[in-house]
């Protein structure tokens, strides 16, 4: 069974920052694409950012320059350093990693970890 727990969430003021972290346990044999998504209440959930097996990274336009995803796969974490935070940023973060497993590849997901920022 694979699982996924992320951590790093808190309460921030605007302008700190934040790192988040993702790990991953359990039976699977491959890394893919992983991601960051958030859902601020009363929104839909939204991509982030993600970074792609061979480290190519891709940020939603309104973090462009302020956010960086990093992975690394020895650790099967994927980490979201977050600058200059905004109260816009407040929402549950949320990690997604597509892995290999025995009976093939499939999105897994961790439960969130709350961001807040307070103007």
């Known amino acids: 069974q694979v699982q996924l727990v992320e951590s790093g969430g808190d309460l921030v003021q605007s302008g700190g920052s934040l790192r988040l972290s993702c790990v991953a346990s359990?039976?699977?044999?491959?890394?893919?694409?992983m991601a960051w998504y958030r859902q601020a209440p009363g929104n839909q959930r939204e991509l982030v950012a993600s970074?792609?097996?061979?480290?190519?990274?891709n940020y939603r336009d309104s973090v462009k320059g302020r956010f960086t995803i990093s992975r690394d796969n020895g650790k099967n974490a994927v980490y979201l350093q977050m600058n200059s935070l905004k109260s816009e940023d407040t929402a549950v973060y949320y990690c997604?990693?597509?892995?290999?497993?025995?009976?093939?590849?499939?999105?897994?997901w961790g439960k969130g970890t709350l961001v807040t920022v307070s103007s």
């Open positions: 997604s990693m597509r892995l290999v497993t025995a009976a093939g590849s499939g999105d897994y």
């Open positions: 359990g039976s699977f044999v491959g890394l893919k694409t």
């Open positions: 970074i792609t097996s061979g480290g190519s990274p």
